[in-house]
């Protein structure tokens, strides 16, 4: 089992900057594939980004590539998403997911993750 736990949203405004975390439990994480994923109100859940356990093959949604950085810490089972250039459409609540790390598997699609976190606000104010 692994529980996910997200941090760090809030308000802010068009061009700024965010630093979301997820802290997980379990002694599984250096094993996993980490992603985000986002949901804006009346809107299905997207991808956003996925870090293999490497840590070296990262992967982004066209609507965030170049703006939002993924990375991990194995030894603190944290995985962080380094928003910048916010714009308005940003705006949703950010979810941590993760995966075993298996070949074949893909990377966008919310079936694929079994252990999800509560979530948190990102608000982007223009």
């Known amino acids: 089992q692994v529980q996910l736990v997200e941090s760090g949203g809030g308000l802010v405004q068009t061009g700024d900057s965010l630093r979301l975390s997820c802290a997980a439990s379990?002694?599984?994480?250096?094993?996993?594939?980490l992603g985000w994923f986002r949901q804006a109100p009346g809107k299905e859940r997207e991808w956003v980004a996925t870090i293999r356990r490497s840590g070296t093959s990262t992967y982004y949604a066209d609507s965030v590539k170049g703006r939002f950085t993924i990375s991990r810490d194995n030894a603190k089972n944290t995985v962080i998403l380094q928003m910048n250039s916010l714009k308005s459409e940003d705006t949703a609540v950010y979810y941590c997911?993760?995966?075993?790390?298996?070949?074949?598997?893909?990377?966008?699609?919310?079936?694929?993750?079994?252990?999800w976190g509560q979530g948190t606000q990102v608000t982007v104010s223009s």
């Open positions: 997911a993760a995966r075993q790390d298996f070949n074949g598997l893909a990377n966008s699609k919310t079936s694929t993750y079994p252990y």
């Open positions: 379990g002694r599984t994480f250096s094993s996993m594939a």
